[in-house]
């Protein structure tokens, strides 16, 4: 069980965004959820360098997932870590601002398992581009 300390620790550092996907609390239906990286069914920890925040969505999709094949080289590899590694290294926005675009293997990968363009996020993030909420800074 994840502490409530701990809980603000962890969306606190995200800055109340999902750490996937880059959705913000402010525009999402649901509490953004305490994901374990590695997942606990595959021997992950509640310590503070396995958990990310993550929306209801992303979190679904991840699930017990650790890799996921590269769409361009069909390889396996092992799924973003935000503690890890840097969001704009693996990824960034299309020139819309409401794609995701892998620029990496990982972030490729990470795309296809998280389902992070499916047709309810991008028709979502297409009105918070109009709202002039949308692309997050970073």
């Known amino acids: 069980m994840v502490s409530e300390i701990l809980r603000q620790r962890v969306r606190q ?5 999902c750490e996937y996907c ?17 997942p606990e069914a595959k021997g992950g920890a509640d310590y503070e360098e396995n958990l990310c925040l993550a929306c209801e969505f992303c979190n679904q999709h991840k699930w017990t997932k650790t890799d996921w094949p590269d769409p361009v080289t069909g390889k396996r590899v092992k ?10 290294d693996h990824f960034s926005w299309g020139d819309d601002g409401i794609e995701i675009i892998g ?22 993030r297409k009105n918070w581009v109009n709202a002039k909420w949308h692309p997050p800074e970073l």
């Open 103 to 124: 620029l990496t293997k990982t972030g490729r990968a990470t795309i296809e398992a998280l389902r992070l363009n499916n047709p309810l996020a991008v028709t979502v």
């Open 79 to 88: 799924l973003f870590n935000p503690r890890k590694q840097n969001w704009s």
């Open 22 to 38: 880059l959705s913000h609390q402010d525009y999402v239906m649901g509490q953004l959820q305490i994901d374990h990286i590695l």
């Open 13 to 17: 550092r995200a800055g109340n965004r």
